[in-house]
């Protein structure tokens, strides 16, 4: 039974909210909104009252009560139509509880009434706009998003951020040029303001991908701590290492990385993963929690909370599985938890530049020498492939090409990439390929209604017809594994090369075409090529690329060929040893801990 209220009638608004304040500052919030329910219930006709139904509806937020900071919201609005704030705010708890649209209309209202405003507040006129293209992003409606996007840089071209995603989502939808001038933003300052991520995919450049890293880690990062003294270890006591993940669920990372947990050689090796991972209920989620020692969660911690615990483990080796890429925590490297050595593997295929990260986990081919003074990480080379993978991998039931809407008697071609890491020269090789293989077609990812779209348009631009252009839906892991089967020959993309791709896509038999660059990312499906005894199916140039696609192509026997190498050594091929190149890595970790 709740208490009976206070009699709050002899408050004044300024003595209520500095009661409130002085609650709020105590740590009674639940307190400070039963105080405003108070004076709100019993002061009814205060011509202030929006004021405090305003503040009442934030400490509502604070509290995680968004149903009831809707309703105070709302009041507020009745009362003070132009009150915008309140607007703004009553869209984010809209968002909270799912009510995505109507959150829009709020912000949208916002931006509608600023726009006729003599003198708007760009404030508040950035904060809607910016509320809108994040939440349309995030629903994939790249259209919106991107129209907002560019709205909000004719108000402040100065937007690091809003830059970052601008050229971002134009890679994601094809759109070319990715660069395009905005009002007073030129395309130089859109370069610099190129995510790490994006730069992977737009430039084989290993000098715009440091300053790319290096420009995330100046604006998103604190400053390092101090190396910490090595931990002691007592003798006979087992090696400490720690991976660091918030994709050890149905992503890459967890699909490469499960088996190389399970094997780590326990007897030497104590196995601990820090992870922040979406827990999706699924048979991948649940393996991978099961081969840690120590499995920790931390997504609930902040940074600072998140190292102490893991220094508190006593960690040797923290392995980081994220880098720069979606839902990083940067932060928790840059204050040194594992004292002795920190290792970046897989998550970001290039420099992190952050100066904590001591090594990254390479071997010769991915990490030639004359790429060293791009990479502020040093290299532990493996001494056959950098990339592990999982030799248990779901596959559905065998496909027919017609199942998936293919010709039985053309050559497939396919590229299953990312749209995002396609680029316009890229796509031009692959149309001249198909001018030069006239039956032939080409079997795409279709990520977005705008890619495809934008990408049947390129098509019939460069004089291929759009319907030689087929692509395919997203699909549960084992029927994706099931479908790479199918194609003739996969065609990688340069920059981005195919990683975890080319590793399914090479675990089904399939051969796949790829371009090697001068960067670490571009140089990916080379090595795995290499390790699984195919280096003849690695080029240098996008000529050499088109040459060789055009011969195999014409030459269904040199196909049949490849395949049936695969088919009768891939199994055995150093690519897919995984208990030896788990050894290897250990041997590297081990020898990486010794190195002053």
Known sequence: MRAKPPDVRHLSLPDLMN?????????????????????????????????????YGTLLG???????????????????????????NLGHQLELLGQLDEALLQWQQVVRELDISPKPDIALQLHALNNLVRALELARRYDEAEA????????????????????????????????????????NRQLLSTSALAMLAAYDDPALQLLAARQFVHEKTQAPVPRKPRRVRQA??????????GDLCMHAVGLLTVELFELHDRSRFEVFGFCWSNDDGS????????????????????????????????????????GLTSGARPNILMQRPAGAVQISYLGLPGTSALPTVDYIVADDFVFPPELEPFMTEKPLRLPRCYQVSDRQRDVGPPLTRASCGLPEDKFVFAAFNNNYKITPEVFATWMRILTQVPDSVLWLMADNRWSEQNLRDQAKVQGID?????????????????????????????????????????????????????????RMCGSLLTAVGLPDLITFSLAEYECKAVQLGR???????????????????????????????EHALSDALQRP
Request: proline share 5%; charged share 25%.
């Open 19 to 55: 009661q409130a304040e002085q609650l709020s500052l105590q740590g009674q919030m639940l307190a400070a909104i039963e105080l405003y329910r108070a004076w709100l219930d019993q002061c009814k006709l205060d011509p202030m009252r929006f004021v405090a139904l305003f503040n």
């Open 62 to 88: 604070a509290a995680k009560q968004s149903q009831e900071a809707v309703t105070a919201y709302r009041e507020a609005l009745q009362l003070k139509p132009g009150l915008l704030q309140a607007r703004l």
């Open 148 to 187: 907002y996007m560019v709205r909000s840089l004719q108000v402040e071209p100065d937007q690091s951020a809003v830059l970052q995603h601008y050229v971002h989502i134009r890679q994601k939808q094809c759109k070319w040029p990715v660069y395009q001038p905005i009002g007073d933003v030129t395309i």
């Open 236 to 245: 006979g006591e087992r090696i400490r290492i720690g991976y660091l993940s």
């Open 283 to 322: 048979p991948l989620r649940e393996r991978l929690i099961k081969a840690f020692d120590h499995h920790v969660r931390i997504g609930h911690l902040s940074d600072e909370q998140a190292a102490q615990v893991i220094e508190a483990c006593g960690i040797d080796i923290l392995v980081d599985l994220q």
């Open 466 to 522: 759009p319907a030689r252009l087929i692509f395919a839906g997203r699909a549960f892991p084992a029927e994706y594994m099931a479908r790479l089967a199918l194609p003739d020959l996969f065609l990688d993309t340069l920059p981005y090369n195919a990683g975890t791709t080319a590793n399914d896509i090479l675990w089904m038999g399939t051969p796949i075409l790829t371009c090697s660059g001068k960067t670490y990312i571009s």
């Open 555 to 585: 030459n269904p026997k040199r196909i049949a060929s490849h395949k049936r190498y695969l088919d009768e050594h891939r199994r055995d091929s150093e690519l897919f040893d995984m208990p030896q190149l788990v050894r290897e890595l």
